[in-house]
Structure formats: C-alpha cells, structure tokens
T-cell receptor, first 115, second 113 residues
Framework: GAVVSQHPSRVICKSGTSVKIECRSLDFQATTMFWYRQFPKQSLMLMAT?????????EQGVEKDKFLINHASLTLSTLTVTSAHPEDSSFYIC???????????FGPGTRLTVT | KQEVTQIPAALSVPEGENLVLNCSFTDSAIYNLQWFRQDPGKGLTSLLL?????REQTSGRLNASLDKSSGRSTLYIAASQPGDSATYLCAVSLGAAGNKLTFGGGTRVLVKP
C-alpha cells in the first residue's frame, strides 16, 4: 500500500522559534496533501489542504501566517509553525490520497512540544 | 456542516467478546466512509473503506456496514483480542480522493486478557 512519511517524529522547541515538519509520499505522487492537528484525547481536526504548485487552503480559524504550508513537489509538503507557543503543542499528522484510489494514507505523525 | 459522532467514547470488554462500534454523520451525501485504527502516540492505520454505493466491507475479523440514508456506520470486530486495544476513528469524505475527511471523536477500546 501507499506509504506516507513524516519528519521529524518528535520535536521540542522553545517558545518563539519556528519548526518545520515534512510530509512525503514515498511511492506515489500527491497533488494534494492534508494537514491535521490532534490534541490529547481528541480527534483529528483538519488545518489546511496543501496543493502542489498553488497556495494552501486553510480551514476556518487556522492562521495562515502562523502555519506556513509549502507543497514544493508532487511528493513533499512542509508545514512550518512560526513563532511557536506552548498552545501549539500538539500531534500533527499529514495525509495524502493514494495512487488513484479513494483511500487516504496517513503519515506517522509529529509530536511538537513547545516549552 | 458535516458532523461525525462516535458512540461509545470508550469501551472495555473481556477477550473473546465481539466489539460493536458506532459512527453517525449528519450529511448523508457522503462519497465514502473510512475506519481507522490509532495506537497511542501513533499515526492512523486504515482498516476499511466503504464507498457510498456499498452496504458493507469485510476484512478478516472486521466488518463495517454503511446505511447512508440514516447516516450510520457500524464496525464489528469479531472475537476480540488484547491486540485490538486502540482508538478507532471513523471519517467521511464528501468528495473524491482529493477531498478532506471529517473525523469522529473516536472510540477507545480496551480488550482485557
């Protein structure tokens, strides 16, 4: 099946710094990728849709200037959390529709802790 | 706006019992519904995908049904094992593969040996 990877798996950063998270489709191309956020004991909430070659589409309430998304190629999308604050600490997961079928394939997630 | 609800939020059963997990959604005009498994601190593993035209899907001990008109799906896990302990999430898509998923809150399952 299709494989999606994320890097890093865990990151700890200081308040005010920026953190970049990568999402890669390893064996298929993805013109669209999705970024979700999951707080402890809660479900996944969509943050934004990453579109290759064009601007990302953000969900209501998500600050586009704080969560920068770049879909530089058909296999890579990046999420940069700028000027991170402790309330940004969360589990960030990306997904991509896999290879012509309707399933969504998810990355293993990135645990961000802002101190 | 599509809303997805999962009941119960948590479930504890002895090993060997069958599990029944429920998912309901408010907008019946879905494209497909997908069930996922999530282990603590990990990503999601896709279990079953049901297209809107299908009534059920089966994979091993797992069976998922879909009643689109009533906005419901049920995941059955037969003869539960301790290794089935995880959080199970259902998600619906209103469009084709390029469309986003709306998730339910999940059901945390504990299978006691």
């Amino acid at each position: 099946g299709a494989v999606v990877s994320q890097h890093p798996s865990r990151v700890i950063c200081k308040s005010g710094t920026s953190v970049k998270i990568e999402c890669r489709s390893l064996d298929f191309q993805a013109t669209t990728m999705f970024w979700y956020r999951q707080f402890p004991k809660q479900s996944l909430m969509l943050m934004a849709t990453s579109n290759e070659g064009s601007k990302a589409t953000y969900e209501q309430g998500v600050e586009k200037d704080k969560f920068l998304i770049n879909h530089a190629s058909l296999t890579l999308s990046t999420l940069t959390v700028t000027s991170a604050h402790p309330e940004d600490s969360s589990f960030y997961i990306c997904s991509a529709p896999g290879g012509g079928i309707d399933e969504q394939y998810f990355g293993p997630g990135t645990r961000l802790t802002v101190t | 706006k599509q809303e997805v609800t999962q009941i119960p939020a948590a479930l504890s059963v002895p090993e060997g019992e069958n599990l029944v997990l429920n998912c309901s959604f408010t907008d019946s005009a879905i494209y497909n519904l997908q069930w996922f498994r999530q282990d603590p601190g990990k990503g999601l593993t896709s279990l079953l995908l049901i297209q809107s035209s299908q009534r059920e899907q089966t994979s091993g001990r797992l069976n998922a049904s879909l009643d689109k008109s009533s906005g419901r799906s049920t995941l059955y896990i037969a003869a539960s094992q301790p290794g089935d302990s995880a959080t199970y999430l259902c998600a619906v898509s209103l469009g084709a593969a390029g469309n986003k998923l709306t998730f339910g809150g999940g059901t945390r399952v504990l299978v006691k040996p």
